[in-house]
């Protein structure tokens, strides 16, 4: 949530930034002449209360010296009338600026491209070649079910579209993948964490999903809680520290996990029907970083690096881009998406996006550290995919491919994959 002294303090900036998101300038202004009303209120019933407080013990010294009060009295309970009142309409207000306040995203960083969509994305850097083949590559979800690896068809049937099952050495190279991705991590210092899959609407109002995302989600019906299936293990891992203050010394804190990933994929008809890009369940390995402010931007290009060295010591060729203002997601401030090269569609595909949030789900979850003079500050919360599992798992099947149909696995991946090096049917 952005700090609303940053609202009053620099008004024409965050005005600026936040219609490069898109955002009604109407609603920032309300916002502003809310906060100004309701300052202006509170001013108000501070000088009435310090009346009512005056005039309490000149009531009291009345009553001492036997002097009729009765007049005075019946001001103060018509002011204290007036004060209960106008302590009404600032909570009013408060709530009406709580509304707008949530739906506000956060502010670009300097640095963030302005554009309105992904077209204006700035590329960064590439990384391998394309393979070049001597016969006509055959997507993922082809290969995948004449190896008959992935079941669709079935997955289908007992769960319906975009489900699906892995089986044999499909589920073997799943597992592989998300196994390597987390010993990398924790080479790079991540804590690993099994966090849990459910999550209260708290914790998705802590890292932004909630209120203005809940149709993405799934959430457990006919129970007396408020529960939902996460749709990235960023929740759990961010809100582990939720209402918390760290010490400075301790940061930056690095957590990496594998979980199931849950998205009803709304707004997204039409788009991936086949395959693996686009499930409404997931293997993810995420990696969530809790930095200071004035060190959160390197850890997003440590982190970025981080996505980056699993898919090159799997031999894939990727690239990365800086999201523009329109394209990034709610929370971030700077996002670096990688993108891998999927043959099949002669493009590349998000396989990883890299954000850092700086405060603003810190505001939202109560995040905060002290530093060395015992000054407190909001923490700065940073998050990456590590990468999409399924993704993974698609891009290797497609680009290492063979004209008879096998796939070779990627000799990172031999050792998890019991010494198999090779998907025949």
């Not at 992904?118 to 590439?126: A, L, S």
């Not at 457990?220 to 203050?245: F, H, K």
């Not at 991946?413 to 049917?425: A, D, F, N, S």
Request: net charge negative; proline share 4%; charged share 30%.
């Amino acid at each position: 949530m952005i700090d609303m002294k940053q609202i009053r303090q620099n008004f024409d900036t965050v005005l600026a930034k936040l219609k490069t998101r898109g955002v009604d300038e109407s609603k920032v202004f309300e916002l502003r002449d809310l906060d100004e009303t309701r300052r202006n209120l509170l001013v108000k019933v501070e000088e009435m209360k310090k009346e009512r407080n005056e005039v309490s013990d000149q009531i009291a010294q009345m009553k001492r010296e036997k002097q009729d009060a009765s007049a005075v009295i019946e001001k103060m309970r018509l002011l204290g009338q007036e004060i209960k009142g106008l302590d009404e309409e600032v909570a009013v207000i408060d709530e009406k600026m709580k509304e707008i306040a949530v739906i506000l995203p956060n502010l670009p960083a300097d640095d963030v491209p302005v554009g309105a969509d992904e077209d204006e994305n700035v590329e960064v850097r590439r990384w391998g070649t394309p393979r070049e083949f001597d016969f006509e590559p055959k997507p993922h979800w082809e290969i995948g079910e004449e190896l008959g690896i992935l079941d669709f068809e079935r997955g289908a049937k007992v769960s319906g579209s975009r489900f699906l099952y892995y089986k044999g050495l499909g589920a073997r190279l799943e597992r592989a993948v998300y196994n390597f991705m987390l010993d990398e991590h924790a080479k790079e210092g991540y804590t690993e964490i099994i966090p849990p899959y459910l999550v209260n609407d708290k914790s998705m109002f802590g890292t932004g999903q909630f209120p203005k995302f809940k149709e993405d989600v799934f959430q457990i019906q006919n129970d007396n809680r408020d529960l939902t299936l996460i749709p990235t293990a960023e929740v759990p891992l961010t809100n582990y520290y939720a209402g918390e203050i760290l010490e400075e010394k301790d940061l930056p804190i690095y957590f990496t996990a594998l979980s199931p990933s849950f998205r009803s994929e709304a707004g997204s008809a039409g788009r991936d029907t086949r395959g693996l890009i686009r499930l409404h369940q997931f293997n993810k390995v995420e990696m969530v970083k809790f930095a200071t402010e004035d060190t959160s931007f390197e850890e997003l290009e440590k982190m970025t690096v981080n996505a980056q060295n699993i898919l090159q010591k799997l031999g894939l060729p990727h690239r990365v881009i800086t999201l523009c203002t329109g394209d990034m997601g709610f929370s971030a401030a700077k996002t670096y998406d990688v993108e891998v090269w999927i043959p099949a569609q002669d493009t590349y595909r998000e396989i990883s996006s890299c954000s850092n949030c700086v405060d603003f789900q810190a505001h939202r979850a109560m995040i905060r550290y002290r530093d060395e003079n015992g000054k407190l500050h909001y923490v700065h919360t940073l998050n990456g995919s590590g990468l999409a599992v399924g993704r993974t798992v698609a891009a290797i099947l497609e680009n290492y491919q063979n004209e008879d149909g096998s796939v070779t696995i990627p000799e990172a991946l031999v050792p998890y994959m019991g010494g198999v090096t090779k998907i025949e049917k």
